[in-house]
Structures are given as C-alpha cells and as structure tokens.
Nanobody, 119 residues
Framework: QFQLTESGGGSVQAGGSLRLSCKAS????????MGWFRQNPGKEREFVAS???????RYTDSVKGRFTVSKDKAKSTLYLQMNSLTAEDTGIYYC?????????????WGQGTQVSVAS
C-alpha cells in the first residue's frame, strides 16, 4: 500500500518561509517521480514542482527562484522549501507520486497540508 504523508504547512506573513515534507512509504522510492501540487477552492489542482527518478527537477514558472524541491533518499522524504511567499501561494499543498517521467497519469496523493500567506 503506497502512502504519502505531508507535513509542514502553516500560516505566515508575506515574505516568510515554510518547508513542506512528504514521507513516502510502501513502494520503491527511486523508481518514481514525486512532486508537489496546490489547490484553492473552486480552482483546479496545479503543478508546483517535481523531482524525477533520474534527478531532473521542474518548477512552475511562478515559483522559480523562490521554491526549492529536494529529496532525502535515506529518509524516503521529499521536501519543498518555500521562500519569499506571497498571498498567491496560499492553498492546500499535495504531495504526489507517479511513474518515472512525471507524466502524472495516475498519481498517488497525500492528504494535503494547508499553507496560508497573509499579505
């Protein structure tokens, strides 16, 4: 049984920082792409960042230069360091895992963690 468990959300002022964590269990960690998505009420879930099985990293344009995705293989954990946060970064952040290549065809999802940024 695959399981993804997020932590690290919270409330911050604009300009602040948060670090999200996603612990993976129940599958071969290195063979998967893992990533972060976010969603607000009434809006579609949107891609934020990914860390592919081969180490390739991708970001959506709006977070480039502010967010950093990383992976600790020993701890089977994916991280998202978020700096210079703005109100537009507010949302529920979901960890996801899918096959190598990050095509997000049938991803597994975590339960989500809330990030709130006050302007």
């Amino acid at each position: 049984q695959f399981q993804l468990t997020e932590s690290g959300g919270g409330s911050v002022q604009a300009g602040g920082s948060l670090r999200l964590s996603c612990k993976a269990s129940g599958y071969t960690y290195d063979a998967y792409c893992m990533g972060w998505f976010r969603q607000n009420p009434g809006k579609e879930r949107e891609f934020v960042a990914s860390f592919d099985a081969d180490g390739e990293i991708r970001y959506t344009d709006s977070v480039k230069g502010r967010f950093t995705v990383s992976k600790d293989k020993a701890k089977s954990t994916l991280y998202l360091q978020m700096n210079s946060l703005t109100a537009e970064d507010t949302g529920i952040y979901y960890c996801a895992a899918d096959g190598a290549g990050c095509h997000w065809v049938r991803p597994d999802w975590g339960q989500g963690t809330q990030v709130s940024v006050a302007s």
